[in-house]
Structures are given as structure tokens and as C-alpha cells.
């Protein structure tokens, strides 16, 4: 109840005009994960593009990212995650466990998937950071953004 009344007074003292539904609390993601990106845009010559790499602010600082082409294939998607440096840590690193990749795999293609299915409207897409976790435990989007054909983007 005190995050609720927390969250709810930040709101209201940062737009004392909002009106406020109601709140979502969500329990922390628990560790350990590796931070992902997954980003499909829309290239005006090759059309939509699907970028993956190292995620939340890692990838401004490593720049480690592998892209192609939609349509993607369980292929071409593990074979994406296989040519950064982060599939290191995603392989297990150092005493970490592996990291769910078939998840990973087939968060990519269903992106892909998704995607092309509204190419016509969809500018981009973006998941960052996605937690890879341990494997067979799945991932988690944490934070997405979608914009369409002639609309701003969308935080989820």
C-alpha cells in the first residue's frame, strides 16, 4: 500500500492536473539476467530491420549489436545472438549460469513475426531492456516502446 500512495503522490506532484486511474506495482525481476535490446525499425530501402545486442545502457557504450533483414528464422536469429560479444555471458560466464537463449530465439522470431504481419503501420519497435533469464526460465520485456506510421511512440 505505501508504494501504491508513493507512486500515486509523484504522479499528482508532477501533474497536478492528471488523472490518475490507478497504479501499477510490479515485484522486482529477480536475479541474475542479462540485459538485452531487441529494436526492429523501418529502413526506407531495405525495409524493416531487426536489431539485437547487449541491452539497457550497455548498448550505448559497447555498441554490441548484430542486425538483419525481417523476415527472421530460428537460424538467423540464434545465429544474430551468436555474433555479439554478449552471447559470452548468455553461454554462462564465469561461474554465472547459461542464460535462456531458446527463449531469446524465439522472442526474435515472434518479434519478426508480429512485425511482419503489419509492416504496412509499424515504424518501430523496441524492447530494452529484455532480461534473458537463467535457462528455461524465459525472458521478461521490462521496458518497450511502439510507434506506428505517422504516430508518436508508445511506451508499454
Known amino acids: 500500500m505505501a508504494a501504491y500512495e508513493e507512486i500515486h503522490a509523484n504522479g499528482t506532484k508532477a501533474c497536478d492536473a492528471a488523472r490518475i486511474e490507478g497504479v501499477l506495482v510490479e515485484p522486482m525481476l529477480p536475479s ?7 529494436g526492429i525499425h523501418r ?17 550505448e557504450l559497447f555498441k554490441d549489436v548484430s542486425r538483419r533483414l525481417l523476415p527472421l528464422t530460428p537460424a538467423s536469429a540464434r545465429e544474430m545472438i551468436t555474433e555479439t560479444r554478449c552471447y559470452e555471458l548468455l553461454k554462462g560466464y ?9 527463449a ?10 508480429f512485425v511482419a ?6 515504424e518501430e519497435l523496441e524492447i530494452n531492456p529484455l ?5 528455461g ?18 511506451t508499454w
Not at 541474475?32 to 531487441?38: K, L, R, Y
Not at 526506407?44 to 545502457?57: R, S
Not at 524465459?138 to 506510421?149: E, F, I, N, R
Open 32 to 38: 541474475p539476467f542479462v540485459e538485452a535490446v531487441v
Open 43 to 59: 529502413d526506407p530501402v531495405f525495409g524493416h530491420v531487426c536489431t539485437f545486442g547487449l541491452g539497457g545502457v550497455s548498448i
Open 94 to 102: 564465469r561461474g554465472q549460469p547459461a542464460f535462456d537463449i531458446d
Open 104 to 113: 531469446l530465439v524465439n522472442v526474435l522470431v515472434k518479434l519478426s513475426d
Open 117 to 122: 504481419k503489419h509492416a504496412g503501420s509499424i
Open 131 to 135: 532480461a534473458v533469464r537463467p535457462q
Open 137 to 154: 526460465h524465459g525472458v521478461a520485456a521490462l521496458d518497450a516502446v511502439l510507434s506506428y506510421q505517422g504516430t508518436e511512440p508508445s
